[in-house]
């Protein structure tokens, strides 16, 4: 372009997506006007010696270059991207255009997007197992009260007052509006929680009875599962057996045989006088509570399972306390005698005073199954009665008595031993044991490994964990 002026040389340029670069020439006689150039291509600006300037364009392009003795002035523009003072420099100092802040923030897009979905997934799924939880309690007849989380949290005065902790939760005193005490177990957690709660509700919600801790009434709000209790002031059988607090005393014969015969009689309910038949699965001192009269009462039914009366035997997963778990259960194919058996071993350590897996003890006396082998081998029954208490010392005859019971319940074929409500007539004298007892106990084994853990037991009990326990019974 001829006779233009520099500005419009560059306006032209600025204007042209295509142009890369303008080149203005003029005379040094006529300043304002001269040639506009626009090359198609630039290769490169290099500055010879002198003060002559040569610009390499396009290979079909001519060479213009700048000279004092033609009196000719060569002005060339090129066109760059305009880059913040902030973008990251190279070693050079030159600004570049690093992609890499857009590809992260697209990733963190695609992540976040993942995240919002797999929630959203997740809170569905849970508002539908929720539902159906609410369903399959609105369907049992005869349900207890159904409590506002808001309700039991003021009971509680905010779940303040702990009375004990378990695996999945734990269980808090309260105080309802009419001035009722109550225990409130606060269930923590899925899947298990879930079903233990479910469990709980179906079994005892709808049945009744003196030796069995009476579900009050429960709450399903949301994510809060919920059980209330009455309250058992004594707290549970542990305590007393195992002298967890010294200043306790040591319990006499009278109160031991009424806790046994109350642990009896609901365990007996529970088998044979219930519409179905209910297999408690997890009967241990924990689980047996003691109320201000000392009548033992069964509870935490969290892993229960109900079966059809005419239905003998049933297939089960492997569940409960070690210690307590019957032989059978390695088979999985288990009766109503599996309670029968833990109902012996909680005899006996009532009778004894300890654990059944002692640690503290001496290595030959740490298994009481073990120990109470070995003395009825050698008739020296008495010799592992509870020695802190002198009043089961005078009552020699029906402590020897109720060990035979026990060891009857302990018998290592299922078929040997007699069903509970058997037991609960032996206890009030219309039966005899029976004089055919095998003293030699098997003792369950242990898997080596395995993926559950008994959330239940004391930190000081060493005996080897196996399965998940739902949270005792409120103190």
């Given amino acids: 372009m001829e006779n233009v002026g520099v500005e419009n040389c560059k306006l032209t340029c600025l204007t042209n997506c295509s142009c890369k670069a303008a080149i203005f020439q003029y005379n040094s006689v006529n300043t304002s006007m001269g040639e506009c150039f626009l090359p198609s291509e630039i290769f490169s600006l290099r500055r010879n010696e002198g003060n002559n300037c040569r610009v390499t364009v396009s290979s079909n392009e001519t060479l213009y270059t700048s000279s004092q003795e033609n009196n000719i002035t060569i002005i060339t523009f090129v066109k760059v991207q305009n880059i913040p003072a902030s973008a990251p420099k190279n070693r050079k100092g030159n600004n570049i255009v690093l992609p890499i802040g857009s590809s992260l923030g697209a990733f963190f897009r695609v992540l976040l997007l993942i995240g919002a979905v797999i929630l959203y997934l997740q809170k569905k ?94 709450c399903a709000e949301k994510s809060e599962r919920l059980l209330v209790y009455e309250y058992m002031c004594n707290g549970s059988l542990d305590k007393w057996i195992f002298r967890k607090n010294e200043e306790l005393l040591p319990l006499e014969w009278r109160l031991r045989r009424k806790i046994i015969s109350g642990m009896a009689k609901g365990l007996a309910y529970l088998h044979e006088e219930c519409r179905q038949k209910i297999l408690h699965l997890d009967i241990k001192p924990q689980n047996i509570l003691v109320d201000e009269n000392f009548e033992g009462k069964v509870a935490d039914f969290g892993l229960s399972k109900l079966i059809a009366k005419e239905q003998s ?17 390695m088979s999985s194919v288990i009766t109503d005698k599996v309670d029968v058996y833990s109902f012996g071993v909680v005899v006996l350590e009532i009778l004894c005073g300890r654990k059944n897996l002692d640690r503290n003890q001496p290595e030959e006396e740490m298994h009481l199954l073990s120990l109470f082998e070995r003395k009825a081998a050698d008739g020296q029954l008495m010799d592992i009665i509870d020695k802190s208490s002198e009043d089961m010392q005078l009552h020699v005859a029906e402590v020897t008595e109720m060990l035979r019971i026990a060891a009857w319940c302990l018998q290592s074929e299922f078929t040997k031993r007699p ?57």
């Avoid at 207890?144 to 734990?170: C, H, I, P, V």
């Avoid at 035997?313 to 259960?329: D, F, I, K, L, N």
């Avoid at 106990?441 to 395995?450: A, D, E, H, S």
């Fill in 125 to 218: 799924r849970d508002l539908e197992e929720e539902e159906e939880d609410d369903e399959c309690i609105d369907e049992l007849p005869g349900l207890s009260t159904r409590f506002s989380y808001e309700d039991l949290k003021s009971a509680t005065e905010n779940f303040s007052k702990k009375l004990g902790q378990g695996g999945f939760g734990s269980v808090f005193e309260g105080t309802m509006g009419n001035g009722t005490k109550v225990a409130v177990k606060r269930l923590n957690g899925i899947g298990q929680v879930k079903k233990s709660f479910l469990a709980e509700v179906k079994t005892i919600g709808n049945i009744h009875h003196v030796n069995l801790v009476r579900l009050i009434g429960y």
């Fill in 313 to 329: 035997r049933v297939v089960a997963s492997m569940q409960g306390t070690p210690g307590y778990m019957a032989p059978e259960w």
């Fill in 419 to 475: 069903p509970i409500s058997v037991v609960v007539k032996v206890l009030e004298g219309l039966m005899e044991v029976d004089s055919d007892l095998d003293f030699r106990f098997t003792k369950l084994p242990v898997p080596k490994t395995t993926p559950f853990v008994d959330n239940n037991r004391d930190a000081s009990d060493d005996a080897t964990v196996l399965l998940p326990q739902v949270l005792s019974g409120p103190r």
